[in-house]
């Protein structure tokens, strides 16, 4: 079982630039999540989709756009990419809510941007 | 004052040693509640889930003071191998979007 797979893992990307971050899951879970994490920030969510074509604003959208076309796909793009979104992204996914939905994670992808 | 908050350590302790770990929320609405471990460098693997009633996982034990706002992870016999940070997660009130709020970690270090 793959999981969730996040490509690319390592990216530099130069202020301005645009990129997109791609996420897979193949537990057909409904629920799908972009976190950043930073030093001394912990996890923030940036965006999140409750299921196919649905996504919504979470704590740190400024700077970030998501597409969920595929259940099994979750998209987080950056327009024109700025040193402080300098970060490691992890996407993550789960099934519907109920008493123990915790989350799977992707390993990451650290980007820099200079 | 944030949603969730860890002492985020280091604790220091020796092998064999008993730790425990408190985090705070603020949210008297959460209903679900859970312990995740992040080795250096990797993603956070969900450890165990608070259940209302408390739960043990082997050496791992974790509690829930809805009360006070609180859940506790406690590591007994602690492992070299336990080194590393234990971030506790809250769901977002009583929303049903399945969003966690995460603390920042407490990180572990388990010394020989």
């Known amino acids: 079982n793959a999981g969730v797979t996040q490509t690319p893992k390592f990216r530099v990307l130069k202020t301005g630039q645009s990129m997109t971050l791609l996420c897979a899951q193949d537990m057909n879970h409904e629920y799908m999540y972009w976190y950043r994490q930073d030093p001394g920030m912990g996890l923030r969510l940036i965006h999140y989709?409750?299921?196919?074509?649905?996504?919504a604003k979470g704590e740190v959208p400024d700077g970030y756009n998501v597409s969920r076309l595929k259940k099994q796909n979750f998209l987080l793009g950056l327009e024109s990419a700025a040193p402080s979104q300098t970060s490691v992204y992890f996407c993550a996914s789960s099934r519907r809510t109920g008493p123990n939905y915790g989350y799977t994670f992707g390993s990451g992808t650290r980007l820099t941007v200079v | 004052r944030k949603e969730v908050e860890q002492d985020p350590g280091p604790f220091n302790v020796p092998e064999g040693a008993t730790v425990a770990f408190n985090c705070t929320y603020s949210n008297s609405a959460s209903q679900s509640f859970f312990w995740y471990r992040q080795d250096c460098r990797k993603e956070p693997k969900l450890l165990m889930s608070?259940?209302?009633s408390g739960n043990e996982d082997g050496r791992f034990t974790a509690q829930l003071n809805r009360a006070s706002q609180y859940i506790s992870l406690l590591i007994r016999d602690s492992k070299l191998s336990d080194s590393a940070t234990y971030l506790c997660a809250v769901n977002h009130g009583s929303s049903n979007t399945g969003k966690l709020i995460f603390g920042q970690g407490t990180t572990l270090q388990v010394k020989p």
């Open positions: 989709s409750v299921g196919e074509g649905t996504t």
């Open positions: 608070v259940y209302s």
